[in-house]
């Protein structure tokens, strides 16, 4: 997909999909499929479940799952939780 930039490293601040979405059903399921196309370059992405074309909107647009805002607060040490307060030692 192309990316329209403002310069280099610098985030995007509009991004333009066509977005397609079906359902394909199977023997015992119905699964929902989607396809994005660019419409500046015509590149189509495919997805086979609708969690993947979430997981890449938010990757594209830079924002973060609450499942993976909270695996990270999990990790990130937290800052003065042990300090005493009111006193130096």
Not at 11 to 27: F, H, I, N, S, T
Request: aromatic fraction near 6%; glycine fraction near 10%.
């Amino acid at each position: 997909m192309t990316q329209e930039r403002q310069g280099a490293g610098q985030p995007q601040d509009y991004v333009a999909y066509l977005l397609r979405l079906w359902r394909e059903k199977g023997r015992k399921t119905i699964r929902w499929r989607a396809s994005l196309e660019d419409p500046h370059s015509g590149e189509k992405l495919g997805f086979a479940h609708l969690d993947e074309l979430v997981a890449f909107l938010r990757q594209r647009t830079g924002q973060v799952s609450p499942a993976e805002s909270l695996m990270k607060a999990e990790r990130t040490p937290k800052m003065g939780s042990e300090s005493k307060e009111g006193g130096s030692e």
